[in-house]
């Protein structure tokens, strides 16, 4: 039978369709590598590391606290009432987080002074009896109903983003003592004298050690550094010596097991080497601790390593050392890389955040294990705190994006 088409027509019909096909499939596979090319953009690692330190810290969290509603109190509470809260402070740091890694580094140094400036005014405002919540005689927090925001928190932060954005753009007067040194001193002094009317000691030593460490990451002149690290010694040790609560914990520290401090000042100290004790090698076993019902005071925020080494042992308290130094590890190479691509502010940020996150956990470890006087500084990532793990996610996510952004401009995508 013949057909009434022309072949020609035929032909042509048909190499329309395979050139429609040819470019559906190409659309689609683009589509399909898309998303692959961006999962390649991002640094697996250290996200698996990250999520190691939150998960371990809910789980431990709710160990510690489990027995608090006993106490008189937290008698209204249930047994899940801090679970439930970290819990929360955990999906709202994984939404800040999600915004954060979408906001560009170069934003962010456009927006460095004016977050530090933000950061000053959230410090005075929580100092304004009857707005800032007082809890042990401290006023840190703002009450935000569904959580409670402690500026101390974002504070050290925004210090991270002020210290690169000041570096670089007085990278040239930065062997000055009166361009260089005085306008960073004044800021920091300004932000400790804030954090003592709180009072914060913790997150003052925090905040002055990783400005001190950026400028010279940054590059200031070596004696002028170490007239720094000399002043900020010597301003330390007053503020310790003419505060005689504060000197009780520094002789405490020493001699936690004396009679006279093992009830007093030393009775967190003495305990939590008590509950290290107990843990031995592998531990007692996850929920077993002792210490925690009601021997050890804030054994879900400051003393939460003390937990961990009863329960899980040297080999917990190893594994969430390690976890820690891969952290900061991985935070300075980042930074070196941006550093290597002319990308001076998002390199000084990523170390930043490396110091910042460092050398908090090393003095809660210290803390925990009596190498250092007793502070209140919490876990990074891990305590209890809905400021603490919100920032921190924040943190996190900031630092993915310098390494994102670092990834694209290798790649010529930039």
Known sequence: MLSLRPPGRLRVGHGAAAAAGALRFERRRAMRAAPSRAAHSIDHALLWVVGALLLLGLVMVYSASIALPDSNRFSSYSSTYFLVRHGFALAVGGVAALAAFSVPVARLHESAKWLFLLGLVLLVVVLIPGVGKEVYGARRWLSLYVLNLQPSELMKLFVVL????????????????????????????????????????????????VAMGL?????????????????????????????????????????PFDAANAL??????????????????????????????????????????????????????LTVVV???????????????????ERTFAGLVAKGIGLWIGVQAFINMGVNTGLLPTKGL????????????????????????????????MRGLA
């Open 162 to 209: 002020y210290v690169a954005d000041f570096t670089v753009r007085k990278q040239d007067s930065m062997q000055s003592v009166r361009k260089g040194f005085l306008p960073m001193g004044a800021a920091v002094a300004l932000v400790g004298l804030l954090l003592l009317l709180e009072p914060d000691l913790g997150a003052f030593i925090v905040i002055a050690a």
């Open 323 to 341: 976890l820690f130094f891969w952290f900061t590890r991985r935070a300075f190479e980042i930074g070196r890389q941006s550093i290597k691509l």
């Open 215 to 255: 400028l010279f990451l940054g590059g200031v002149n070596g004696r002028l550094f170490a007239s720094l690290v000399v002043i900020a010694a010597t301003t330390f040790s007053l503020l310790i010596w003419l505060s005689p609560w504060r000197r009780e914990r520094i002789f405490a520290y020493l001699d």
């Open 264 to 317: 007093g000042k030393g009775y967190q100290l003495s305990h939590s080497l008590i509950a290290f004790g107990r843990g031995e090698l592998f531990g007692v076993g996850l929920g077993a601790s002792v210490e925690k019902l009601h021997y050890l005071p804030e054994a879900h925020t400051d003393f939460l390593l003390a937990v961990i080494g009863e329960e899980l042992g040297l080999v917990g308290v």
């Open 378 to 409: 919490t876990l990074p990532l891990m305590s209890y705190g809905g400021s603490g793990i919100l920032v921190n996610c924040v943190a996190v996510a900031i630092l993915l994006r310098v390494d994102f952004e670092n990834r694209k401009l």
